[in-house]
């Protein structure tokens, strides 16, 4: 091994050329996963499909539909390169995996200059291999998460760089137009914007002294630019009179914080493959067959896993204090993002426990995956022959584990393929309406570019293009799910619609027609 690591480390190759190519690395080992785009096709992805489709058409949307919390500019982007190539999920999917490959690439090339390459090759390794990205419990591709995490590890690259470098005008401008896009584009930045708080006021280096900071000059370009990064929410707030944006800053009452605590280190689990959740499908497998949410390590490697990732947790806590100590910036910046991400999730009350805080974990999978690398290599360097070959055993148990459990996933039947039965049967009857189940309706919209507008009943989240077209829609399809009793008449947005036809069931679905039943006019009558 040490023969290995001395060729690594002295290979030609820069930290920068070295990281760039585990990023570019990540990119292609997930493009399997950008094809089988229907395992993760749900609600969100759907929409997040839709938007630059629409974009394309002519829209202008500030936020994500019906979430003033997440920045549409990824969805410009993408309707950039649908303008280019046409449009196609694959393709939003692969705009995606792109950020999270440029993720990659950061994130090793500072742990390189906080290590050594040797580390930063087993950390690259792991960050393009090992970190189940595609799966369900860590992050759905093409919604906003992505971007979180690198819009996370620029703002950390940066800071790098200030407190490496000094203070520029140029650096700050940079630095700020960074801070206020992510402020803009997603809130799952804040620890981030914490981490960056907290180094530069305290990890003083001969080229970074607090005490010179140029206000006017350096001080006015970061403002100054972190309000151009931040303009589109300006804009927007000042637009919008009654605009009203969450407050994601509460803390969870005390009574609930255990509760909290445990379902937090169930979602870190999760992002070292720990726990069945994590390799579900997002897709309709996940709404329709999954019955317990908060699953606990179901075999032996699950539990290897979840012991793996309780390791990295307590090694990053302790590994602090020595880095702050010996001015190891780059650890110090890993580390503590970590540290404040999950301390967030566990005292916030805006995710107060829920297993869906899992996402708002996604500023760290990188520092995860990157610092686990850390913990396989701390092994390797142990005297003696015990602890080096733990060493191995565990990076090819956690390696395998995630592999395998990746091919069976791209090896299972098309998630999708009941959606699709209820759109051909939607379209073999020439309508462009379908109410269906939420998630359900979105995904049917998005598959048909457009052409079947899909609504649910409960009229959470739909959209105002599907509104205009229920409408005026004289006859609509109906897809229920296998246990939902079959309703003579359904009501929506105040139409009334009553079965009209055959009912067509799938394994998991039902369809049938339904026509809208026509207004009574009332009688005219005079005094």
Known sequence: MEKIKNLIDQTPFSPAALAGLFGAASFLIRIPFVLRYDLFFCSDSALCYLMPFRILHGDRPVYLYGQNYEGALISYITAFFFRLFGPSISLAGAVVLLEWSVGVAIGVYLLIQGTSKFTGFVGGLVAAVGVPYTLVFTTIPMIGNPGSVLLSMLILLQVYFLLKKGGSVLRFLAFGFTVGLSWYFTRKCFPALAVAGLALACLWTPAWDLRRFRIFSW????????????SPEIYYKLAHEKFKSPNFFGLIPLHNLRNSIFVTVKCVWAYFDAQPMSRVPEALHYWLHVANQNPKPANGLDVLAAFIALLVLGSIVLSIPKHYRGRNIPLFLLASLMVINVTALCVSAKTGGDIGQRYDLYPSAIPFSLWTACLFVALFERKGRFFPGLGYILLGVFLFH?????????????????????IAKTEENHLD?????????RIITALTNDQVAGGNLNEWGVLPNELKAFSTADR??????????????VTFEGRTYRLAGEIRRSESFWWAPYDAVPVKKSKNTTA
């Open 219 to 230: 001080g006015g370009a970061f403002l100054g630019s972190a309000l151009a990064g931040y």
């Open 476 to 489: 609509i399809g109906f897809v229920g799910q296998k246990e939902d009793p079959v309703e003579n008449e």
């Open 402 to 422: 995630s592999l395998s459990d990746q091919i069976s996933l791209l090896e299972s039947p098309d998630e999708l393929r009941e959606i699709k039965w209820a």
């Open 433 to 441: 309406c379908v109410l269906a189940p939420f998630s359900v309706n």
